[in-house]
């Protein structure tokens, strides 16, 4: 895995679609769709299709090859 960036939330948990879009790793929430239901995207190194998992601090995103951390 290459550079973890952390990227801060305003509350306690956020979903994994909205994080995405966040982070910058992905440009809209149609493409975030898509991309976590075809299995595209990993929470701390697992698989995860579903687009309203709760994600809190410390968990790490990763697509395209980037990562984010929830800060």
């Not at 956020?14 to 898509?34: M, P, S, V």
Request: without cysteine; aromatic residues 2%; negative net charge.
């Amino acid at each position: 895995m290459g550079d973890v960036h952390d990227v801060p939330i305003r509350d306690e948990t956020i979903r994994l679609g909205q994080f995405l879009k966040l982070a910058n790793l992905i440009d809209t929430g149609a493409d975030a769709k898509g991309a976590i239901a075809d299995g595209l995207v990993s929470v701390n190194d697992a698989v995860e299709t579903r687009r309203g998992r709760q994600l809190r601090a410390g968990d790490v995103v990763t697509f395209g090859g980037q990562s984010a951390r929830v800060g």
